[in-house]
Structure formats: structure tokens, C-alpha cells
């Protein structure tokens, strides 16, 4: 945890909230073994929205979309943040862990030096939805012992706003509550909002911190800007903003979004598949240890 909050409780009123600097669909694709999903934060947008590395969306209520999972695969170098939104999920491995991950519980894993795992559904029929966040890790902290922790639905802090906007607190700090998991570096930021129609949501975020929201249910407006479903909106970083506001549309049913912030690295990235290190020496190495089985051992 940071000495000094990146986020306190806003004021009444922020006094410069951030603007919309650009809209991101995303691109279908597969992953694991023939996934389909939605990559919302690509390769190319990582400088911008350092030190995030990827973010990927998925949701079917189609079997085939999914059932197959994410048979064993390699990490090394970062962290990834798995939120149920609605399914099961059961994750195991190199390292003997074992752990179900069901609707609104989060697993976060540091890959650290590396790990090979595996997620498999535990369904055969149903909606399986959800996102997987890649955070990236500081260059003393890539060659770390892996870690990860489950945490069920129950165990996310939450609160409810005046405007009645619920607010699960996955990571950081918003108005008061602290989050399940802090990180010293990048100080990450992630909630999940489910705001009623027309009511608003205001957080504070430090201007040098990249953020942008994911909205996956309704429509959302930040600035006068309308940010419509299954769309990443990424926040501008003027220089003496001081958080953002966040609107849902009239007319609808409820919005429910991502905001996700954190403090750059400004470090340089070399990413080969899994593998996310900081040269492309590094890369060769961790791709020999991968080889030569010493990954994950």
C-alpha cells in the first residue's frame, strides 16, 4: 500500500473531471483453445494505458464459445486479474494450487518468475461471462516467487452510493473502502459499477495515473461524451484533472462498467506471447526456461 492515498473520497464537486480522449471497440478473436472473446486493450494501446497490458472480454451463452477453456499455458513477468461476471471456472497449477472461481469472484495471480496453468469451465450449458485484466510488473518484481489468491463474491468489498450506485471494489481505494488487493507500484484502481438509470458516480484519480473505463452493460456518458455498450472508453490525462465523472444513460435498465486506473511504469516492455519482460534477452530466457522445463517448476 502507497503512504499516501492515490484516491481519496472526491469532493461534492471535482473541480476539472477527465474527458473521453478516444473510444475502443475491440477486435474479436480465440484464445486458450478456441475461446472466443473480445480483446478490448490490445499490444499497441499498452503504452498508452501502461501498466495495463490487456484486457479481454468474454460472454456466450453458446457452450461451444467456450467449453473448451484454457487448457496449460505459461506466464512469466506480469499479473492477471480474472473477474466472474457468471459462470464457473476451475484454475489449476505448476506449483500444486487449485481453486474454483465462480459468478462475481475474482482470482488475482502474479506470474512472478513463472507458473503454468490451466482454466477449464465447470459447465456444460449456461452463460459463461467475464474479463481477464494483464497488469503489468515492475522490473524487480518479474523474476518474484508466483502468487495468487481467489476471493468469492461475498469476500469483494462493496458500498452503495446516496444515488444508489453499487460499487465492488476489486482493487484500490474508492470512497473510503479499500479494495481487496493493494499493489505498492502501479497502485492499480479497479471497481465494478451498476449504476440505476440516470445516476452518476464521481472518483478521484491522481492526473499522472492512466485509466478508462469498459462499459458491459447500458450506456454511460463521461464528459459529454456517450460511451455505448461493449465499448472501452480511454480517460485523457490533462495535467490538473482531478478524477472523473461518470453518468448513465436515461432509459435504460442499469450500466454496469469497469473503471480501471494505475500508475505508469514507464518502463520498457518486450512482450513474446506469455512471456512480458522488460528485454528482449529476458524473452529468450524465459522462452529456454519454458523449453528446458524450469518454468513453473
Known amino acids: 500500500m502507497n503512504a499516501v492515498n492515490p484516491f481519496p473520497t472526491p469532493p461534492a464537486a471535482l473541480r476539472r473531471p477527465r474527458t473521453v480522449e478516444r473510444l475502443v471497440t475491440g477486435r474479436p478473436t480465440s484464445d486458450g483453445a478456441g475461446v472466443k472473446l473480445t480483446r478490448v486493450l490490445t499490444q499497441g494501446l499498452q503504452k498508452r494505458l501502461d501498466p495495463f497490458l490487456m484486457l479481454d472480454a468474454f460472454g456466450s451463452d453458446r457452450a461451444e464459445d467456450y467449453i473448451a477453456g484454457f487448457p496449460d499455458h505459461p506466464h512469466r513477468g506480469f499479473e492477471t486479474v480474472t473477474y466472474m461476471i457468471a459462470g464457473r471456472m476451475l484454475h489449476r497449477d505448476s506449483a500444486g494450487h487449485e481453486g474454483l472461481l465462480e459468478s462475481g469472484g475474482v482470482q488475482w495471480m502474479s506470474a512472478g518468475r513463472g507458473v503454468i496453468h490451466s482454466e477449464i469451465p465447470q459447465q456444460q450449458e449456461g452463460r459463461m461471462e467475464g474479463f481477464q485484466l494483464w497488469l503489468n510488473l515492475p522490473a524487480k518484481d518479474k523474476m518474484s516467487a508466483p502468487w495468487y489468491r481467489d476471493f468469492a463474491a461475498a469476500e469483494l468489498p462493496r458500498f452503495t452510493t446516496a444515488a444508489g450506485v453499487d460499487v465492488v471494489v476489486i482493487a484500490g481505494e474508492s470512497q473510503g473502502v479499500q479494495g481487496a488487493v493493494s499493489r505498492e507500484v502501479t497502485a ?5 459499477l451498476r449504476l440505476p438509470a440516470g445516476a452518476a458516480f464521481s472518483q478521484a484519480l491522481p492526473p499522472g495515473y492512466n485509466a478508462f473505463l469498459y462499459v458491459y ?8 461524451t456517450a460511451v455505448p455498450v461493449r465499448t472501452m472508453a480511454i480517460l485523457g490525462n490533462e495535467a490538473d484533472s482531478d478524477g472523473v465523472v461518470i453518468e448513465a444513460a436515461q432509459g435504460t435498465a442499469e450500466t454496469r462498467a469497469l473503471l480501471i486506473a494505475g500508475q505508469p511504469l514507464n518502463e520498457p516492455i518486450a512482450q513474446y506471447g506469455p512471456f512480458v519482460m522488460n528485454t528482449e534477452q529476458e524473452i529468450y530466457q524465459a522462452v529456454a526456461d519454458y523449453r528446458a522445463g524450469r518454468l513453473g517448476g
Open 188 to 192: 492499480p484502481l479497479y471497481l465494478d
Open 217 to 224: 452493460r447500458g450506456e454511460l456518458t463521461v464528459g459529454g
